[in-house]
């Protein structure tokens, strides 16, 4: 009798591989990618699923919070639509910044997170969102649905990490904070990559 490798384990791309989340677009699964603790910018490689070095941060500047994107989203004609100065969208998938009291010092790790609100960063003409997010049953946001529920210091923190974290001395950010928006019209992004992933992926 033969019996299969144990350790063998096969793994789901964490884009293609993994659902949105039980309850989209309120209550969302995030793949991590990048902690705070990161100096290193780290990416999912679409190829393969695992994470690899995009490159260092060029600044001191680190992420706020927790920060990668929602499985099986994509930034495509819907999301762009609803960012009113950007032509197309990324192509990427949804990212999301997720706020946890407690710190979470490790990525390539997925969590249920609940949607409040998000940032209309624009990246060289394309829409870029960054949905905001609080980690469900967290002790301290977990009761927090909009993003007035947030103190305005945490938000400013994200909205100043995606205006620098590209900036290069000497020459003009391409990378522009549109506008802050509530969960309203973030649930409407999460709605719109959804479908943007329907139609270019199927379902």
């Given at each position: 009798?033969?019996?299969?490798?144990?350790?063998?384990?096969?793994?789901?791309?964490?884009?293609?591989?993994?659902?949105?989340?039980?309850?989209?677009?309120?209550?969302?699964?995030?793949?991590?990618?990048?902690?705070?603790?990161?100096?290193?910018?780290?990416?999912?490689?679409?190829?393969?699923g695992y994470l690899?070095?995009?490159?260092?941060?060029?600044?001191?500047?680190?992420?706020?919070?927790?920060?990668?994107?929602?499985?099986?989203?994509?930034?495509?004609?819907?999301?762009?639509?609803?960012?009113?100065?950007?032509?197309?969208?990324?192509?990427?998938?949804?990212?999301?910044?997720?706020?946890?009291?407690?710190?979470?010092?490790?990525?390539?790790?997925?969590?249920?997170?609940?949607?409040?609100?998000?940032?209309?960063?624009?990246?060289?003409?394309?829409?870029?969102?960054?949905?905001?997010?609080?980690?469900?049953?967290?002790?301290?946001?977990?009761?927090?649905h909009k993003l007035?529920?947030?103190?305005?210091?945490?938000?400013?923190?994200?909205?100043?990490?995606?205006?620098?974290?590209?900036?290069?001395?000497?020459?003009?950010?391409?990378?522009?904070?549109?506008?802050?928006?509530?969960?309203?019209?973030?649930?409407?992004?999460?709605?719109?990559?959804?479908?943007?992933?329907?139609?270019?992926?199927?379902?």
């Amino acid at each position: 009798m033969s019996f299969p490798n144990p350790f063998y384990r096969w793994r789901p791309h964490p884009w293609h591989g993994l659902e949105a989340g039980a309850d989209p677009p309120k209550h969302v699964n995030a793949y991590i990618e990048i902690t705070p603790f990161d100096s290193v910018k780290y990416e999912v490689d679409k190829a393969t699923g695992y994470l690899r070095v995009d490159r260092p941060q060029r600044t001191s500047s680190q992420p706020p919070t927790l920060y990668g994107f929602i499985p099986r989203t994509f930034c495509g004609h819907r999301v762009a639509k609803l960012s009113p100065e950007s032509l197309k969208g990324d192509k990427d998938p949804l990212d999301i910044c997720v706020i946890s009291e407690r710190p979470i010092n490790r990525s390539d790790i997925i969590l249920r997170a609940r949607v409040v609100g998000g940032l209309q960063m624009v990246d060289n003409e394309e829409a870029d969102d960054k949905i905001i997010a609080v980690l469900e049953n967290d002790n301290i946001w977990g009761d927090a649905h909009k993003l007035d529920d947030l103190p305005n210091i945490l938000v400013e923190r994200l909205r100043h990490y995606f205006c620098t974290y590209k900036t290069i001395l000497g020459q003009e950010a391409n990378t522009t904070i549109e506008t802050v928006y509530d969960w309203e019209h973030a649930l409407a992004v999460v709605e719109a990559a959804l479908l943007d992933y329907k139609e270019e992926y199927g379902g």
